[in-house]
């Protein structure tokens, strides 16, 4: 059974640091695309970064570059999303999600999603 499980959220001051983790169970988060999504309340679900497979390239929504950082541990078959320096307008759900080769900002693209971790930055 294939399944997505992130964990790390919480509350953080902004300016702090806080690290997401999604764990993947039944396939090899290798041979994926990894995205991280995020979705606060009454706004639409965005796409904020995202790691091909083999970790060959990685995508950031512009508001977090040079802020968060998308890496992979094969050993782990996890994927992070390292948040420094967040800021109150990154408080949201964060899910994690999974799809072929290539990044995509387009969620519809992405064939298996976790549950989500709540993100509350506060200022």
């Known amino acids: 059974e294939v399944q997505l499980v992130e964990s790390g959220g919480g509350l953080v001051q902004a300016g702090g640091s806080l690290r997401l983790s999604c764990a993947a169970s039944g396939f090899t988060v290798d041979d994926y695309a990894i995205g991280w999504f995020r979705q606060a309340p009454g706004k639409e679900r965005a796409a904020v970064s995202c790691?091909?497979?083999?970790?060959?390239?990685?995508y950031y929504m512009d508001s977090v570059k040079g802020r968060f950082t998308i890496s992979s541990d094969n050993a782990k078959n996890t994927v992070y999303l390292q948040m420094n320096s967040p800021k109150p307008e990154d408080t949201a759900v964060y899910y994690c999600?999974?799809?072929?080769?290539?990044?995509?900002?387009?969620?519809?693209?992405?064939?298996?999603w976790g549950q989500g971790t709540q993100v509350t930055v506060s200022s």
């Open positions: 790691i091909s497979s083999s970790g060959g390239s990685t």
């Open positions: 999600a999974a799809t072929g080769d290539y990044c995509s900002g387009y969620g519809p693209y992405y064939d298996y």
